[in-house]
Structure formats: C-alpha cells, structure tokens
C-alpha cells in the first residue's frame, strides 16, 4: 500500500512521529475505521459537504493515481478547515507530519518540473505577435471568440482549444493582415513614364505629334535626359506602334549616353505594344535616345505586301528601377521586404524574405522544407501572374494560418521517454520569457542570444528579464497579469444599475480599470514591494475617479498620481473601485462575494462551492428593510452553509463601507454600516484597516508567487511544484518582497527552464 504507519498512527491518533522514508501503509480497515470517526458523517456516501466524498477516495489509496483527492486533504488539514473546528482535533506535530508526508507522496508521483499541453496563442497573444511582425493592429476583441480560462486565466494550455469556428477566424485574419500589410506599398520597383514628346528631335523627320507620340518618318534620334535614381538593374518599358511595310518592322536602338543599350522591334500595328530593354546603370543624370533605324518606302512594288512607307511611332517610354526599397514605403511592408529582387532573382529573394519571416514567426529557426513549402505558394502566385510583393505575400499569409505559428510548439526528441525531464533549449526559454513578459514573440536581442546558445548562460535569463521588465511591451504583462489577478476584468459583466447610482458611466468603468493598471504597473517598475499592492500611500485618478473618491484638486480626464492622505481607504487594491464593481452585485454589495474574492485571489484559500440547493439572498424570505448584515444571517440558517459563511462572511463585511461602486459611506440606508466581525481563528476585525492586517503576510505573499507561476506556465500548480515555489518564496524574502524578484525568481525556476515528457506520451 502506499499510505504509510506514519499515516496510519496519526489517523488512529497515535502522536508517535515517523520519519516517512520508514513509513509503510496501514490497512484498508484502518482507513475505513478513521473515515467513520471522523469523515464520513459530512464527508461520505450519506453526504458530500463540499463535493467530497471520503469513502471514495478510500477506494482509491494510491496517491498517483487519485491526486486531486489527496491533494485537497492535504490542502484542507494544513488550512486548519478539517477537521472542524467542533470536532476533536489531532495534535498540531501530528498535522504538520501527515501533511509532510502526503506532501512527499504527491511531490514523488509529480516529480519533475511538470507538463505544459501544446499551448494556443491566445488573443492577446496573437494581437501583440501580429503587430510586432507586421505593424499591423487586429482587432482580436471583437473578431475573435473569448479564450477559454482556467485557474483564474487565459494563458493555460488545456483551456486553449482550437474549435472550426476559431480556425476560420485565424483564416479570415490572415487575409486581413495581409491586405493591410501591403496597403499602399510599391508592388514593384520605382518607375518614371517619359511621354514620347518629351523627347527632342533630331532630324526634320523626327517630331512630336499632338497625341502625345514621336513620329519616326525616317530614319533620326529622338533624345531627353533622365535622371537615375540609384546603380541598378533598369528596364525600359517602349509604348510604341508601327506602320508597317517591306520585308520587316520597324526598329528602333536604345542608348544611354550614346551608348546602344538594346534595340527593339515594333510588331505592333494599329494598337501601340509594350517593348522592354533591359539594362544596368549608375545613378545620376543621363542621356536616353531613341533612333529609328530602318526607314523603307516603296509605293510602286508590284507586291503590295512589299509597298508602302514604313514609319515607327513612340507613345512613351517607362524607366523602372532599379529594385531597392523607398524611405516611406508603409513599416508593415518594410517588415517583410527588406529587399527586392532584380530581374531573374525573384524566386531566390523569396526565399530569402519568406524564410527570415517564418523563423521571426515559428520563434525558432526553420528547415530548408518548411521554407519551400511556403515558397512553392509565391512561386505559383508569380506564374499566375502576381507582383512580386503579392506573391510573397501569399506565402506569409499561409505562414501565420499554420499551427506552427498559431501554437506554441516545445518539442520533444523522440528518444525522450515519457515521464523524463529535459532542459528547454535557448529558443523555447526565449519565446517562454516574451509570452510571460510581453505576451508576444521574442525580440532581435533574445533571438541573437538564443542563436548564439548563450541565453541559459552567465545568468543571461535573470537579466533579460530585468531588460524586457523596462520595455513599453512589458505593459501587456502588468494588463493581462493584474486584471486576470484581481479579477477586474469582471467588471465590464456587472451591470450597475444606472438609476440607482447615476453616476456610474462608462467613462467611470474605464478610469476605475486604468487605475488598477498604472497602480501594478507603477509597482513592477519602481521594484516595490508585493505588500505594497495592500498598503501603498498612492494611487492614480484623473477628476471623475477624483471625485468619486473625496480626492480635491484634480482637473480633467488625464490621469495623475496623487498621494493620498494619512487614514485614507484608497492605498491598495482593496481601496480600488475596479475591485469594489467587480465583487458587487446590480443594486447592493455582496459580503458574500467579497469575502470569496480575498481569500482566493489575495490569500489562495478559496472556500468550497455553496450546496446547489441553496437559492440566492433575494429568493429567500428575509426581512429586505433589514440590514445587509441581518438579511444575510437570515438567509444562512442552513446549517450546510454556517461553516463556510464563518470564515467568508467577517471578510466581506470589514470591506462594507464601500458601496457597490467603490464610494466610501457610513450607512445603508438609514442603518449604519457594521464592518466588525470575528475570524474562524478567533481573531476580531474592526475594518479596512483589520482586514489589510489579516491578508499582509506569507500566505498573500505565496499565493502571489503561484498565481504568477501559474500565469507564467499555462498549467496549474500541484503539490509537485511545491520545492520550486518554496525556492521562489525564500529569494522573495531574502530580496524584502520585492516584486522583480518574485518575477526573476519565476523565470530561472526549474518549472519555467525545464520540461517533462507526459507519462502518456508515445
């Protein structure tokens, strides 16, 4: 078996203490008999308080294979929740030595730094890569559906499905991208048209005609001067016509600077056709001519195939080239063509663009095979007829459509066996960090450093961290991170109701979340310390927020960082209205709500699900002229739910003085508002100011550093994760809680740096 005598003591209530390494398993009996003693009247086949059932899990010992249930009854011993507090309790040494050994048994079948399930970008994700390959913005918010989330985000893996409709999004975005990438950019090299009477006649039989053409009637030159922009290849595009007679077309030399360059003949009758001449040349100003070169007349041949006057017209010649990039061509287009091909070069250039591109876009550098791939599209598109700049387009269309773009692939070598451990390579450890950090592909500095294999050397993470903490893109991590943290993002769900409290707009909604944004930001980069998300001296409003907040002396809609008077309830998260809205119900606050907020998101000690038979406050026959506080005894007489209330309720209500938008009051109505109340462990609290007491210490401390990792990972934590997170938690001390880190800590911990096969894996 694999529960071992220590355990089988400590459930008999023996207080003798084994080491575990000399542990063995009691018997099924043994378990059977402590189950009825002490878990199975709330906890077995008669009833299921909370959703657990004892007795099941007894059918089931191995801790690796029924982890989750072992897990929760570690969690629930070490919260002190069971057994309850009316109930004979084991002694503390003995609760502290069974939790340390279901700690050993879970750490041993979770050994290893956990496995990540191939993780979809989400679309935040997706926005922030798209813009820093293309410089292009997608509006992912309202193109695509919301991402899944789990453990409180939207990072995790096994959230992160790929539904048809999805994937048709990705495809109709690609498109999109595309259109805009290319909007307005040179679809080939430069040109200049030069009319045919631009030209000066040499010759009385040379001459500009009214349409616009040069009329060649013998044989003469026709010349101008051009200026070229740059060395280059050129091609000179001839618009021209012929009258034709005798035994061939009309023909016509090209020279620059006197030099013959080409010479062309003109097939064309009736409708003028289009004659190139390709050439080479240097930059600057030159001398183009034209020069008809075989006049023929003969009205009286016998063969009237023969007779005629043979005469040559020229509506205009184009110069184009030579192939270079303009200064002001768009940024979304310079992101991709970094150069353009000369004649004969388009496919290898392709090649060349479509497979810098496509290693920027699979965050890792790609195979000759996948780089043809993706060219056999341009090159299908140019024989279709396609510019150049179309044609490549196509393929990084088709590039950021593939799963190789759209998942974040960390792929194992095929002799890994399952359940090993392997360290990531410099470009998973790079895009690990830039999904973390910026929510967003990695930049030329961590690419250059995982191209050198120097990234997981000379503490080279710790310190890109720090660098990629200082950058604008960092701004996606204090968003993504803070409003998943602290659940702001509900905000936008709660629908206030506007007659009761007029002034919430939308404009109000806004400045509440932006204050919570410059508020963690302003911590992540003045380094400060993580308690100061409870008790800062400051915070940020612009006048609506000001005012709704008591704060004078703030004027306009720009946002301004105030500090805020001694005794103040706004330092902090728990003084922030985004907050306040987010654990509010329509019409009236919700004690209830509040209390569950602090304890899952602030401390990690979320209470269990309420029974599914309980209804809500307002379907129950309560006294709805009586205090919150009163109704709310009313509506807990059922005595499944008293335990769990015990411990959220004295939260909820040391946070009543704010109303359902985040305005300080003393009373409801006409009853004053009672914020005092009485902690499972005995301990009273007033207030604000209590609570704030309450929640600063380890256990916030450490729920933050698994909420980060968390976040960080895309999985959940398990008991597995404990040795790094301790790790984490003693740096964090030793660095006085300062929030940088907590962060470095997270990206050089053995789960952020390494991977595990999953057992299941072939």
Same mark, same amino acid.
């Given at each position: 078996?694999?529960?071992?005598?220590?355990?089988?003591?400590?459930?008999?209530?023996?207080?003798l203490?084994?080491?575990p390494?000399q542990?063995?398993?009691?018997?099924?009996?043994?378990?059977?008999?402590?189950?009825?003693e002490?878990?199975?009247?709330?906890?077995?086949?008669q009833?299921?308080?909370?959703?657990?059932?004892?007795?099941?899990?007894?059918?089931?010992?191995?801790?690796?294979?029924n982890?989750?249930?072992?897990?929760?009854?570690?969690?629930?011993?070490?919260?002190?929740e069971?057994?309850?507090?009316?109930?004979?309790q084991?002694? +503390?040494?003995?609760?502290?030595?069974?939790?340390?050994?279901?700690?050993?048994?879970?750490? !041993?079948?979770?050994?290893?730094?956990?496995?990540?399930?191939?993780?979809r970008?989400?679309?935040?994700?997706y926005? *922030?890569?798209?813009?820093?390959?293309?410089?292009?913005?997608? *509006?992912?918010?309202?193109?695509?559906?919301?991402?899944?989330?789990?453990?409180?985000?939207?990072?995790?893996?096994d959230?992160l499905?790929?539904?048809?409709?999805?994937?048709e999004?990705?495809?109709?975005?690609?498109?999109?991208?595309?259109t805009?990438?290319?909007?307005?950019?040179?679809q080939?090299?430069?040109?200049?048209?030069?009319?045919?009477?631009?030209?000066?006649?040499?010759?009385?039989d040379?001459?500009?005609?009214?349409?616009?053409?040069?009329?060649?009637?013998?044989?003469g030159?026709?010349v101008?001067?051009?200026g070229?922009?740059?060395?280059?290849?050129?091609?000179?595009r001839?618009?021209?016509?012929?009258?034709?007679?005798?035994?061939?077309?009309p023909?016509?030399a090209?020279?620059?600077d006197g030099?013959?360059?080409?010479?062309?003949? =003109?097939?064309?009758? !009736?409708?003028?056709a289009?004659?190139?001449?390709?050439?080479a #040349?240097?930059?600057?100003?030159?001398?183009?001519?034209?020069?008809?070169?075989?006049?023929y007349?003969?009205?009286?041949?016998?063969?009237?195939?023969?007779?005629?006057?043979?005469?040559?017209?020229?509506s205009?010649?184009?110069?184009?080239?030579?192939?270079?990039?303009?200064?002001?061509?768009?940024?979304?287009?310079?992101?991709?063509f970094?150069?353009?091909?000369q004649?004969?070069?388009?496919a290898?250039?392709?090649?060349?663009?479509?497979?810098?591109?496509?290693?920027?876009?699979?965050r890792?550098?790609?195979? #000759? +095979?996948?780089v043809?791939?993706?060219?056999?599209?341009?090159?299908?598109?140019?024989?279709?007829k396609?510019?150049?700049?179309?044609?490549?387009?196509?393929a990084?269309?088709?590039?950021?459509s593939?799963?190789?773009f759209?998942?974040?692939?960390?792929? +194992?070598?095929?002799?890994?066996?399952?359940?090993?451990v392997r360290?990531?390579?410099d470009?998973e450890?790079?895009?690990?960090?830039?999904?973390?950090?910026?929510?967003?592909v990695?930049?030329q500095?961590?690419?250059?450093?995982?191209?050198?294999?120097?990234l997981?050397?000379?503490d080279?993470?710790?310190?890109?961290a720090?660098?990629?903490l200082?950058?604008?893109?960092?701004?996606a991590?204090?968003?993504?991170f803070?409003s998943?943290?602290?659940?702001?993002?509900?905000?936008?769900?709660?629908?206030?109701?506007?007659?009761?409290f007029?002034?919430?707009?939308?404009?109000?909604?806004?400045?509440?979340?932006?204050?919570?944004?410059?508020?963690?930001? #302003?911590?992540?980069?003045?380094?400060?310390?993580?308690?100061?998300?409870?008790?800062?001296?400051?915070?940020?409003?612009?006048?609506?927020?000001?005012?709704?907040?008591?704060?004078?002396d703030?004027k306009?809609d720009?946002f301004?960082?105030?500090?805020?008077?001694?005794?103040?309830?706004?330092?902090?998260?728990?003084?922030?209205?985004?907050?306040?809205v987010a654990t509010?119900m329509?019409?009236?606050?919700?004690?209830?709500?509040?209390?569950k907020?602090?304890?899952?998101?602030?401390?990690?000690?979320?209470p269990?699900?309420?029974p599914?038979?309980?209804?809500p406050?307002?379907?129950?026959?309560? +006294?709805?002229?009586a205090?919150?506080?009163?109704?709310?005894?009313?509506?807990?007489?059922?005595?499944d739910?008293a335990?769990?209330h015990?411990?959220?309720?004295?939260?909820?209500?040391?946070?009543?003085?704010?109303?359902?938008?985040?305005?300080?009051?003393t009373q409801?109505?006409?009853n004053?508002?009672?914020?005092?109340?009485?902690?499972?462990?005995?301990?009273?609290?007033?207030?604000?100011a209590?609570?704030?007491?309450?929640?600063?210490?380890?256990?916030?401390?450490?729920?933050?550093?698994?909420?980060?990792?968390?976040y960080?990972?895309?999985?959940?934590?398990?008991?597995g994760?404990?040795?790094?997170?301790?790790t984490?938690?003693?740096?964090?001390?030793?660095d006085?809680?300062?929030?940088?880190?907590l962060?470095?800590?997270?990206? =050089?911990?053995?789960?952020?740096?390494?991977?595990?096969?999953?057992v299941?894996a072939?």
């Amino acid at each position: 078996m694999i529960l071992s005598r220590l355990a089988t003591l400590l459930l008999l209530g023996s207080a003798l203490v084994l080491p575990p390494a000399q542990a063995e398993g009691p018997t099924p009996e043994q378990l059977h008999k402590f189950g009825q003693e002490f878990c199975f009247k709330c906890h077995g086949a008669q009833k299921q308080k909370g959703d657990f059932n004892f007795e099941t899990t007894l059918e089931h010992i191995d801790v690796a294979k029924n982890r989750k249930d072992w897990e929760k009854i570690a969690e629930l011993l070490e919260s002190g929740e069971m057994p309850p507090d009316d109930k004979p309790q084991p002694p +503390d040494k003995d609760r502290q030595a069974l939790i340390q050994w279901i700690d050993a048994q879970l750490s !041993g079948a979770e050994a290893g730094p956990g496995r990540v399930t191939l993780r979809r970008l989400n679309r935040e994700e997706y926005h *922030n890569t798209i813009r820093d390959l293309l410089a292009v913005d997608v *509006n992912t918010s309202e193109d695509f559906p919301a991402d899944e989330t789990a453990y409180g985000f939207d990072t995790i893996a096994d959230a992160l499905s790929l539904p048809p409709l999805l994937m048709e999004k990705y495809l109709d975005s690609a498109d999109k991208v595309m259109t805009k990438a290319l909007a307005g950019a040179e679809q080939g090299p430069p040109s200049k048209t030069l009319r045919g009477r631009q030209f000066s006649e040499h010759g009385d039989d040379v001459r500009g005609l009214d349409d616009g053409s040069m009329g060649f009637y013998r044989e003469g030159e026709a010349v101008t001067n051009v200026g070229f922009p740059a060395d280059g290849d050129y091609t000179l595009r001839v618009k021209a016509v012929g009258e034709q007679a005798g035994p061939e077309p009309p023909r016509i030399a090209v020279s620059i600077d006197g030099q013959k360059v080409g010479e062309i003949a =003109v097939k064309a009758s !009736g409708t003028p056709a289009l004659y190139e001449v390709k050439t080479a #040349a240097k930059g600057g100003s030159h001398q183009l001519a034209l020069a008809y070169l075989n006049n023929y007349k003969d009205e009286n041949n016998p063969d009237p195939k023969m007779r005629g006057d043979r005469n040559a017209f020229v509506s205009s010649v184009e110069v184009v080239g030579p192939a270079h990039l303009r200064k002001d061509m768009p940024e979304s287009f310079k992101r991709i063509f970094t150069k353009l091909p000369q004649p004969g070069e388009e496919a290898k250039v392709a090649r060349e663009l479509i497979g810098n591109f496509a290693a920027k876009a699979y965050r890792r550098p790609v195979t #000759a +095979d996948e780089v043809e791939r993706l060219a056999k599209l341009a090159d299908a598109a140019m024989a279709d007829k396609a510019p150049f700049t179309e044609a490549v387009g196509v393929a990084i269309q088709a590039a950021i459509s593939s799963p190789t773009f759209l998942f974040r692939w960390e792929m +194992d070598p095929a002799a890994m066996k399952p359940g090993e451990v392997r360290n990531l390579g410099d470009y998973e450890v790079a895009s690990r960090l830039s999904f973390f950090l910026w929510s967003s592909v990695p930049d030329q500095e961590l690419t250059d450093l995982a191209a050198k294999g120097e990234l997981l050397k000379n503490d080279n993470v710790r310190k890109q961290a720090e660098r990629m903490l200082k950058d604008w893109r960092a701004g996606a991590f204090v968003r993504n991170f803070s409003s998943q943290w602290l659940q702001i993002r509900a905000i936008d769900e709660v629908n206030i109701d506007e007659k009761k409290f007029p002034q919430y707009t939308w404009q109000l909604r806004e400045a509440m979340k932006e204050e919570s944004r410059l508020f963690f930001d #302003a911590i992540v980069h003045e380094n400060r310390s993580i308690y100061d998300l409870l008790e800062a001296n400051f915070t940020f409003v612009n006048q609506r927020l000001a005012e709704l907040y008591g704060l004078p002396d703030v004027k306009g809609d720009k946002f301004q960082r105030v500090t805020l008077p001694a005794g103040s309830p706004r330092g902090g998260v728990l003084g922030q209205a985004a907050v306040m809205v987010a654990t509010a119900m329509p019409t009236r606050t919700s004690p209830v709500i509040r209390g569950k907020w602090v304890l899952e998101q602030l401390l990690g000690t979320p209470p269990p699900p309420p029974p599914a038979n309980v209804p809500p406050l307002e379907a129950t026959k309560v +006294d709805k002229d009586a205090p919150l506080r009163v109704r709310l005894e009313q509506h807990r007489q059922n005595p499944d739910c008293a335990v769990c209330h015990a411990k959220i309720d004295p939260v909820g209500f040391a946070l009543e003085n704010f109303d359902p938008i985040g305005q300080w009051r003393t009373q409801e109505g006409n009853n004053p508002i009672d914020t005092s109340g009485t902690l499972p462990n005995g301990k009273k609290i007033a207030g604000l100011a209590d609570l704030k007491q309450y929640v600063k210490g380890e256990k916030f401390a450490r729920n933050l550093a698994q909420k980060m990792l968390t976040y960080a990972l895309g999985r959940g934590l398990n008991r597995g994760d404990k040795a790094a997170v301790d790790t984490i938690m003693a740096q964090l001390k030793k660095d006085d809680y300062k929030i940088t880190s907590l962060i470095e800590s997270i990206v =050089v911990s053995d789960p952020f740096l390494k991977r595990q096969r999953d057992v299941a894996a072939r």
